[in-house]
Antibody
Framework: EVQLVESGGGLVKPGGSLRLSCAASGFTFSSYAMNWVRQAPGKGLEWVSSISVYSTYIYYADSVKGRFTISRDNAKDSLELQMNSLRAEDTAVYYC???????????????WGQGTLVTVSS | QSVLTQPPSVSAAPGQKVTISCSGSSSNIGDNYVSWYQQLPGPAPKVLIYEDNKRPSGIPDRFSGSKSGTSATLGITGLQTGDEADYYCGTWDRSLSAYVFGTGTKVTVL
């Protein structure tokens, strides 16, 4: 069974840092691009970042660019998100999501982890 | 704010049909395939439709997707109480070099 399990969420003060981890199992992790998607309380989905199979291509949403860093360790089947200079508006559930690739470079997200809550508050 | 626009809510009686629109532009929907995600109360989202109109295994054929130009549509027929959820469209935006989601639509079964 394909599983993505996030960890590392918690309460942090504005300006602080947090590192999220995602443990993957049930599939060949090194064959898939990965993503982080977040959802603020009561709000919609917001894509945060994506990383290609060998970390060659990395993309960030403008809202986190320069503050967040995505990385992966294919030997350990793990994905991470280093979050620095956190703001109140970064408060959200953060989902680890596998990227699926189809014809002509199409992509979609499947599956999603259960999410980890990050709360930025003083 | 999201670059893909969806109606905030749609509703219908059990057994009826609803459609959810997703409006974008030439740099996203007009340039890439669209996927749709269902988020039931509580759990994480799951994919319902990918590549505009394909259903993953296990997704009933009551769910369908279509696309025309810079707009996409999700259809749900034979509406059931278990379909009450939030639905999001999503696609890659070539200009932003970012994946974008729609604003989300809440489906209510009357």
């Amino acid at each position: 069974e394909v599983q993505l399990v996030e960890s590392g969420g918690g309460l942090v003060k504005p300006g602080g840092s947090l590192r999220l981890s995602c443990a993957a199992s049930g599939f060949t992790f090194s064959s898939y691009a990965m993503n982080w998607v977040r959802q603020a309380p009561g709000k919609g989905l917001e894509w945060v970042s994506s990383i290609s199979v060998y970390s060659t291509y990395i993309y960030y949403a403008d809202s986190v660019k320069g503050r967040f860093t995505i990385s992966r360790d294919n030997a350990k089947d793990s994905l991470e998100l280093q979050m620095n200079s956190l703001r109140a508006e970064d408060t959200a559930v953060y989902y680890c999501v596998r990227d699926r690739i189809g014809v002509a470079g199409s992509n979609w997200f499947d599956p999603w982890g259960q999410g980890t809550l990050v709360t930025v508050s003083s | 704010q999201s670059v893909l626009t969806q109606p905030p809510s749609v509703s219908a009686a059990p057994g009826q049909k609803v459609t959810i629109s997703c409006s974008g532009s030439s740099s996203n929907i007009g340039d890439n395939y669209v996927s749709w995600y269902q988020q039931l109360p509580g759990p994480a989202p799951k994919v319902l439709i990918y590549e505009d109109n394909k259903r993953p295994s296990g997704i009933p054929d009551r769910f369908s997707g279509s696309k025309s130009g810079t707009s996409a549509t999700l259809g749900i027929t034979g509406l059931q109480t278990g379909d009450e959820a939030d639905y999001y469209c999503g696609t890659w935006d070539r200009s932003l070099s970012a994946y974008v989601f729609g604003t989300g639509t809440k489906v209510t079964v009357l």
